[in-house]
């Protein structure tokens, strides 16, 4: 699980966005939206928020990644509601984040064949990846 983060360019950043600690759905009215691809569960949790606070946004593409929703945003397509866990890096690179007051949520997977015992290294990994999940939901709470 994980809460979602709008985003948008340092250059780009209206006066209206910047001034806020939190993004409501309302806020959304009328933006330039990245939205992930329509089939997405997320994004059918998004348009379920945005359509129940009446907010009339404008998808002007749609991809199936979070990274790639940032990337877009920080060439100033537009804004868009992101996995926390995908926007490593990005702010360095001048994309604005801001917490989502609407509660919706990303799963993870991860899939093994049964059956199979597992080797040390996948071991490994998978306590790696759980371990960054955990300090990542303490940061973006």
Known sequence: MATLSVIRRWA?????AVARKVIRPQNLDGERLIALAPKDTVRRQVDDVLRAAGVRSVIVVETPNSATVCALAMEGIGVGLVNPYAIDGYALRGVVFWPFSATVNFKS???FRPGVPKSRLVRDLVSALISARNVKAREHP
């Open 12 to 16: 780009r950043a209206g006066r209206r």
């Open 109 to 111: 997977l991860l899939i």
